[in-house]
């Protein structure tokens, strides 16, 4: 596995797999590798010829920098898994390469609505750091294709939106969401749960796994949605949202009437010891 820091390098050298008319996969990530993330570089090697991971903890995302601070950092054990996954090439860039301008954002994406509800309405600024980070990321790699997980839906939906913004031919591939035997989403995140914190965190997956019900059912899924979060709220979490939404032209929306055929999914965040964890569910339809 080829190992750059410096932006020039790493295009040169993705010039050469260009000119040998090779495809390339890319998968950002901010490191803490887990089984999810993996699983995105052996959905982008089924699809590509070289394929690319970086490794980058975006300042600009964070509206909190406690949160930034804290986050989990475990680069050799890492690059070991990015090895054993036959990586082809890993991008581990400094803040000062990522951002030789700063940190003052210049530049904004208009993503509209959907930059005001769940993580936009909890986190303001967070897409707009993930917008910037994303778009410099893609300028430098030049990718075929952009691999993502279904578990940071809003944010796939947002990068489909700056794909548009930009003009990109970059095609988005959104995976499934990597989930562990209890049914816990995989997430950097949970490496800082206690054991049992993570026990109690399945909870969040099971409360989806009944609104999930109730909806084929053709019931009150609705009902069911802020059962959740009062059930979430007596077993010691902290929710922001238990939202059942439909997905139009691009865009999130709650539900005001019969969804009819639109996808419709159910999206949770929830604080437990200090940690904020968020999952979703597809209910009907496809991203």
């Given at each position: 596995m080829y190992l750059f820091k410096r932006s020039n390098d790493l295009k040169k050298h993705l010039d050469l797999v260009r000119k040998s008319n090779k495809s390339i996969g890319f998968v950002p990530t901010m490191g803490a590798l887990h089984s999810g993330h993996l699983s995105l570089i052996q959905a982008a090697k089924k699809e590509n010829d070289v394929v690319i991971c970086s490794i980058f903890i975006n300042p600009t995302q964070f509206n909190d920098p406690k949160d930034f601070e804290k986050y989990p950092i475990t680069i050799e054990e890492d690059i070991k898994k990015l090895n054993d996954a036959s990586t082809d090439i890993l991008f581990l860039p400094s803040v000062e390469e990522m951002y030789p301008e700063g940190l003052s954002a210049n530049e904004t994406y208009d993503f509209g609505e959907l930059e005001t509800i769940l993580e936009g309405k909890f986190r303001p600024g967070h897409f707009q750091g993930v917008g910037r980070?994303?778009?410099?990321?893609?300028?430098?790699?030049?990718?075929?294709?952009?691999?993502?997980?279904?578990?940071?839906?809003?944010?796939?939906?947002?990068?489909?939106?700056?794909?548009?913004?930009?003009?990109?031919?970059?095609?988005?591939?959104?995976?499934?969401?990597?989930?562990?035997?209890?049914?816990?989403?995989?997430?950097?995140?949970?490496?800082?749960?206690?054991?049992?914190?993570?026990?109690?965190?399945?909870?969040?997956?099971?409360?989806?796994?009944?609104?999930?019900?109730?909806?084929?059912?053709?019931?009150?899924?609705?009902?069911?949605?802020?059962?959740?979060?009062?059930?979430?709220?007596?077993?010691?979490?902290?929710?922001?949202?238990?939202?059942?939404?439909?997905?139009?032209?691009?865009?999130?929306?709650?539900?005001?009437?019969?969804?009819?055929?639109?996808?419709?999914?159910?999206a949770v965040a929830a604080w437990l010891d200090g940690i904020r964890l968020i999952d979703n569910m597809i209910l009907q339809g496809a991203l």
């Open positions: 980070i994303v778009h410099k990321l893609l300028d430098i790699v030049q990718p075929h294709k952009l691999f993502m997980g279904q578990k940071d839906l809003q944010q796939c939906l947002i990068i489909r939106k700056l794909l548009i913004i930009t003009n990109s031919p970059v095609e988005l591939v959104v995976c499934p969401t990597m989930r562990e035997s209890s049914g816990l989403a995989m997430s950097s995140r949970n490496e800082r749960l206690s054991p049992a914190a993570r026990k109690k965190a399945v909870a969040i997956y099971q409360e989806l796994e009944k609104i999930q019900q109730e909806f084929s059912k053709g019931l009150y899924f609705l009902e069911a949605a802020r059962e959740a979060a009062d059930n979430l709220k007596k077993q010691g979490f902290e929710p922001e949202y238990v939202d059942v939404l439909i997905l139009d032209n691009g865009d999130l929306r709650h539900i005001s009437e019969p969804p009819g055929n639109n996808t419709v999914v159910v």
